[in-house]
């Protein structure tokens, strides 16, 4: 019966290539939208080294201190996270580290813009990065200050060419640190482990840092497991009360909470709010609504061509009536043939996603990007390619199931 | 073979029926206007017999013949087929009738331009369970019956007008449904292929005694058969 | 005859209504895409304001354990003035002044006043040296320019751009006029003590520090002391004219030269040009995407328009047949079918100009001003119909070409 089905829809798409060819761009054109989205997205939100451990870590990225008249909002400074954000309960890991900054460094008249990053030695173990040579800094290097530096390989090949760099030291911002070890590139979505040149924060130039609340700093909580997020973000709340702010007498609130990196996403593109979970599901609203959306000119072009292809196979839907099909039958060829052309419309989609992601990955438009489709974007797609052909499928089989085929069976074609 | 013409005697007693009207109407409604499309209509057709159905245009043939077939329902009246009354029927067992008890040929042949000489004939098959085994050999069984065993893998548009008839009797017939309802059969064609599809006809109602409808216009057709039900303007005139 | 079409197109309307919501979303395309492309072209026509070439930007980052500690905060300013010194020192540089607000960055200052009617009045904040003229070559139309000295008087002489004066004091001339900085009550700023009272001193024809393709900023400029250690404040940045020819190895030699004076900062250089061509690329390409997928959304619907129209004209050879039987000409019946299809048109934009004038009430494309968003829906207008009747000209063409004969070939 399915082949059978198949093998007409077969030959009704052949037979009207124009249509076949219209709705056939229509479908893999909006697929591949949504997929090129869809594994973007993927490529964020899902973990992959180093951040392997995504799923169950939170990131406190983002808090507001404010006081009469007054507010400051932004990244965390070293005094609060270290004050504060220590043992808390479910957290496995905890790592401090301040985001990635420009930093310029000169070598033979040529300038080299690094995004540095200074970090305690537990980073290493919280994160897991590839180290095609050497080690990371440890705890005694920490405590000791030395002018270490983990670079990646980009800034390997750009410092050194195709030298080997571990043991030599590089000039960067104005001091200078001896390479003990040389990563792979990480691209820019992992917010916490993207950077060139990795160094101690104790090789901090000033020691401002030790005391600030607010500042440049991140900290990186590895719980146990998920459900132990909202004991974390309790204790962090209830911590959040206690926080002293000496130097400053016109601040005395702290507000933010530790963040997931899909919380993260949400508030990058929604703009910042103390409730991250209300954000983050209004964001998730906003994308299921914008894709829903997004396919909503193209499914109705389908219906349409499925409509006007309706009229041309009245006789055929007649016969089949006659000898015997029920309307489920014909419901159920209709929607088959439809999902069908959907189905190789998302074969076509797919290979065209996978085209232009490898164009972004090979424009440099985001620096290391890495975007490839995996087999979860690969079910993504299945179930997109599916939910469409039914989404254009349905209605004008209702339609046909109601077509008054004793018309149509009575010898002339009106 | 010679026709008894108009003589509504049965060959062989004692016979079933195998369609029984009684008092069927049937009304087109639209937002103003009734039509009355048939009025009054008593038939009754035994199994094995041969029959045709005349009128001029409008008079309601092919609404009768969609009301046998279970193409459409009466506004009033009853119709039994093999027996079981029509009204009582779902839609769903109205289709599994169809396919089973009842085979359909049209004036315009209405052969799905998309599928094979084969492919055409299997398509009854398909709406009840059956292996694509038993249908080839079914359908193949068919197409010699018609004697176009030939051609097979043709497409629809590479056969002539006389040749597309034979599939769509073969397609009628590869089921083995008692009744076979057809629509101005030789209307579309010459009179040397009418004659033959007559030909076929005939023979499927004489060696496996199958009940046949025909709607026709043409009067030496008519003859042919059993006997004739005329129809003018919806009534039963004989 | 337009009834006629009319009649038809009414008629048939449970077919064609689905052709009509699809007209209808590729109208609200158009006019969305049309809205925002005008909006940036229009942009992109005004006048920048201020130079880019042989203009570099000079970050600046500093340690601060507290910047409300006088002691700190001082020396914070020292060092500031020995890092201005030195930037001046260099043969290659024409002239240098500390800003926060460096063309094409990301950053800016605005300060917010709040107007008589009780609405907050932003505008982009810039505390400078008055040699900032000379560095973006700015053209000041009215009044004068700001001088030395300016920074310790009580009455802080601002210069503000045109469109910043008509905000504030509508067609009068903004010259000698205050800009107070107030809070809600209309009580003047504790923090804000020493920019309580701005007199506007000159104008400028504009300032447009995110370039090219933002809005125009409404823009003021006062002067900066480095010297008073009550009011003075270490600048995080600086714009420097360098001699036309300076090349990247002089980055170099200013760095290294400013992290002797001050080893525990951070400094960055970047030529202002290239911070331009970086940032047109970043606002760029999501418009550049964005028009390509709503060109191909568009095509979309173009090429199932004429499949439809396609189908139509086959589905109703017949009627097409009599009607040329009954002494229509060939051109009358591709007319009656591009009417009809016209017709429909028109239906679609009236229903999609109702809603999609409903968006500014929604508040959805606000950045868009008004008189934009109109000129954009207008085009949308004046561009649905050629494209339609493009979709509409084979399937036409087909019509046309249906013969008498063929009315009578079905029955």
Known sequence: MLINYLKIAYKVLLRRKFFTFVSLFGISFTLVVLMVVASMLDHVLAPAAPEVNLGRSLHVSYMSMSGENRESSGSPGFGFLDQYCRDLPGVEQMSVFSEAYSVVSFLGGQKIVSEMRHTDAEYWHALDFTFVAGNPFNQADYDAGRRVAVINQQTQTRFFAEEEAVGKSIDVDGQTFVVIGVVKNVPPVRFAAAGDVYVPISTAKSDVYLKRLMGSFNALLVAESRSRFPDIRAEFASRLEHVEFPDNKHYDTMRGEPKTRLDEVAMETAGPNDDASSKTQEFVVMLAGGGLLFMLLPAINLVNINISRIYERTSEIGVRKAFGASTAHLVGQFVVENVFLSLVGGVIGLLGAAWVLQMINSSGWIPHADFHLNLRIFGYGFVLATLFGLLSGVYPAWKMSRLDVVDALRGGSR | MTSPAAQPIPKNQPRASAIQLDEVNKVYRTDRIETLALSKIDLDVQKGEFISIMGPSGSGKSTLLNLIGLLDRPSSGSILVNGKPAAELSDRSMARMRNEEIGFIFQTFHLIPDLNVVDNVELPLLYRRSSGNERRLMAEAALRRVGLTARMRHFPSQLSGGQRQRVAIARAIVGNPGILLADEPTGNLDSQMGDEIMGILEDLNQAESATIIMVTHDQKLAERTERTVRLFDGRQVS | ?411
């Not at chain 3, 600086?238 to 300076?246: D, F, K, L, M, Q």
């Open chain 3, 1 to 411: 005859m337009i009834r006629h079409v009319m009649r038809i197109v009414w008629n048939r309307k449970r077919s064609t209504a689905l052709m009509m919501t699809e007209l209808l979303i590729s109208f609200l395309v158009l006019c969305t895409v049309l809205s925002i492309g005008a909006y940036y072209l229009d942009n992109w026509r005004q006048p920048l304001g201020f130079d880019y070439e042989d203009v570099w930007s000079l970050s600046a980052f500093y340690p601060v354990a507290n910047r409300n500690d006088p002691v700190e905060r001082a020396a914070l300013l020292a060092t500031s003035r020995q890092v201005m010194n030195s930037i001046r020192s260099h043969s290659e540089v024409v002239v240098a002044s500390p800003t926060a607000n460096v063309p094409y960055s990301g950053g800016s200052n605005n300060w917010g006043t709040f107007l008589p009617d009780g609405t907050m009045a932003r505008y982009l904040w810039s505390e400078v040296r008055p040699e900032i003229k000379e560095v973006y070559g700015l053209e000041v139309v009215e009044g004068r320019w700001l001088e030395d000295g300016d920074e310790s008087l009580a009455d802080l002489p601002i210069v503000i751009t045109r469109s910043m004066g008509r905000m504030f004091f509508g067609e009068e001339s903004p010259l000698g006029k205050i800009i107070p900085r107030l809070d809600e009550t209309g009580a003047p700023r504790e923090a804000e003590k020493y920019y309580h009272v701005q007199r506007v001193v000159g104008v400028v024809e504009i300032f447009r520090k995110s370039g090219e393709l933002a809005q125009e900023p409404h823009a003021a400029f006062v002067a900066r002391s480095l010297d008073d250690p009550e009011r003075g404040r270490a600048p995080g940045g600086y714009v420097v004219r360098v001699e036309p020819g300076t090349t990247a190895a002089f980055e170099e030699q200013l760095i290294s030269s400013l992290q002797q004076i001050a080893p525990e900062w951070s400094f960055e250089v970047e030529p202002v040009a290239t911070m331009r061509s970086r940032s047109l690329r970043n606002s760029m390409m999501p418009l550049v995407i964005g028009a390509t997928v709503a060109a191909f959304l568009i095509l979309m619907v173009g090429m199932g328009l004429v499949g439809i129209l396609w189908q139509n004209v086959t589905q109703r050879t017949q009627e097409l047949g009599l009607r040329r039987a009954l002494g229509a000409t060939s051109g009358a019946v591709q007319g009656q079918i591009l009417g009809e299809l016209l017709a429909l048109t028109t239906l679609a934009v009236g229903l999609g100009s109702l809603l999609f004038l409903q968006v500014p009430l929604l508040h959805f494309l606000d950045f868009v001003p008004g008189r934009i968003f109109f000129g954009g829906t207008f085009a949308a207008l004046l561009l649905i119909y050629p494209f339609v009747l493009i979709c509409g000209l084979y399937p036409s063409w087909l019509a046309m070409r249906v013969q008498p004969a063929q009315a009578l070939q079905y029955e």
